[in-house]
Each structure stands twice: as C-alpha cells, then as structure tokens.
C-alpha cells in the first residue's frame, strides 16, 4: 500500500456514510463548513438564561437579534441571518431567512421543504376604467411552502426544478448524460429517482460521532 492510500484509509476509518440512523451533534453550526464536520457549537456554549433541556430553549435563542457564545472562552456575537443552522436531537434544522427548516431527506443531494415569502403580480384589465391605460398591476406579497435542493458538496441551495436537478446531476457525468437526454416529462417524473440513484452513487461521509 502506497503512503498516500495509507492516508486515506486513515482518513475513511474515521467517517462514517450518513444514513437514516446517523444523528448530528446538537448544537448551532454558525458555517456550512462546521455542518460537514457535524462541529457545532454545544447549546452549554450559548450566552442565555434558557436551559438547553427547556421546551422552548431553541424558540427563545433564535427569537433575538443575535446569539451571544463562549468560543475557547471567548465571548462572542453572530447575527441570527448569519446562522447556518443547528442540530436538535441529533436532527439538521437550516436556516432560511431567519426561519428554520428541518432537512427531510439528506444526501450529497439534500432535499428540504421551507415557508418562503413569493411576490406575485397581478396584471390585468381595470374593469372601471379609472386606469388611463386600461390596464392595472397589483402586486402582493404571500408565504408558502417551497422545495429546495441543497449541494453538500459546497452548500449552494437550489430551488426544486427539474432544470437544477440537471445542474446537480453534472457532477456525475454518466448520470448526467442520461437524464439529459431525457425528454422534459420524463425528466421532471424521474428527477427524485435520480437525486436517490445519485446519493447511492455518492455517499454522505461525516466524521464519527462524539460519544
């Protein structure tokens, strides 16, 4: 065996492929980069007169402006827009907007449900005829649930279309090809079939779990 597979036998024997039993350290992952190595700070590190076993305690931390910490005995501050995430009972909740969303199915290719908020424009005769024009555009605002698409290689997040299904699939050529040469109505059917094919093909590895 040469030196740099010893290496990286070394290096396996210390991760662990994610599957439906893995659960992550609890804590808040303040990077994406913490996220992948299931790093985050411990609730025991948050400045609060909550207690990390309350009910309520992730309701009240991230119900504020900030969260202050210890890092290395160091007191420090991040904005909640800035949190990635954290990791309650060993389950993977990410930050959208200031609002946190469980991750439902995780993979090299995650996928996740979140409440965003949509615009919308309504355009259209003026039944009135006040608009000079004849023509009116009202604009409104609602929150809705949407599907989203997280890499894990490098944790851009996509919307759920079958387009960005093929943008992810790139990274494995042969996949690719072959969902690209599908027609559109196949592509759009067998987009889930393909992000599974893909996760099989390319494991999740974490390190190993504190015990």
């Given at each position: 065996?040469?030196?740099?597979?010893?290496?990286?036998?070394?290096?396996?024997?210390?991760?662990?492929?994610?599957?439906?039993?893995?659960?992550?350290?609890?804590?808040?992952?303040?990077?994406?980069?913490?996220?992948?190595q299931?790093?985050?700070?411990?609730?025991?590190?948050?400045?609060?007169?909550?207690?990390?076993?309350?009910?309520?305690?992730?309701?009240?931390?991230?119900?504020?402006?900030?969260?202050?910490?210890?890092?290395?005995?160091?007191?420090?501050?991040?904005?909640?827009?800035?949190?990635?995430?954290?990791?309650?009972?060993?389950?993977?909740?990410?930050?959208?907007?200031?609002?946190?969303?469980?991750?439902?199915?995780?993979?090299?290719?995650?996928?996740?449900?979140?409440?965003?908020?949509?615009?919308?424009?309504?355009?259209?005769?003026?039944?009135?005829?006040?608009?000079?024009?004849?023509?009116?555009?009202?604009?409104?605002?609602?929150?809705?649930?949407?599907?989203?698409?997280?890499?894990?290689s490098?944790?851009?997040?996509?919307?759920?279309?079958?387009?960005?299904?093929?943008?992810?699939?790139?990274?494995?050529n042969?996949?690719?090809?072959?969902?690209?040469?599908?027609?559109?109505?196949?592509?759009?059917?067998?987009?889930?079939?393909?992000?599974?094919?893909?996760?099989?093909?390319?494991?999740?590895?974490?390190?190993k779990?504190?015990?």
């Amino acid at each position: 065996m040469g030196l740099s597979s010893f290496i990286n036998a070394q290096t396996d024997s210390l991760k662990v492929p994610y599957s439906l039993d893995f659960r992550f350290n609890d804590g808040f992952f303040w990077s994406f980069e913490q996220v992948k190595q299931n790093n985050p700070t411990p609730f025991n590190c948050i400045i609060t007169n909550a207690r990390p076993n309350d009910v309520d305690f992730i309701d009240k931390i991230i119900n504020q402006r900030f969260i202050s910490y210890y890092d290395n005995g160091k007191k420090q501050s991040i904005k909640i827009k800035d949190v990635w995430g954290y990791a309650r009972n060993g389950v993977l909740y990410i930050n959208i907007n200031n609002h946190f969303f469980r991750l439902t199915s995780i993979g090299s290719i995650t996928f996740f449900v979140a409440r965003v908020e949509v615009e919308y424009v309504n355009s259209g005769l003026d039944p009135w005829g006040y608009n000079p024009v004849g023509r009116y555009n009202e604009r409104y605002k609602t929150n809705e649930l949407k599907q989203f698409l997280l890499n894990f290689s490098d944790g851009m997040i996509y919307p759920y279309h079958y387009k960005n299904v093929a943008i992810l699939l790139s990274q494995d050529n042969v996949l690719f090809q072959e969902y690209t040469a599908l027609k559109r109505r196949k592509r759009k059917q067998l987009a889930v079939a393909f992000i599974k094919r893909y996760n099989k093909k390319h494991p999740l590895y974490f390190p190993k779990r504190d015990k």
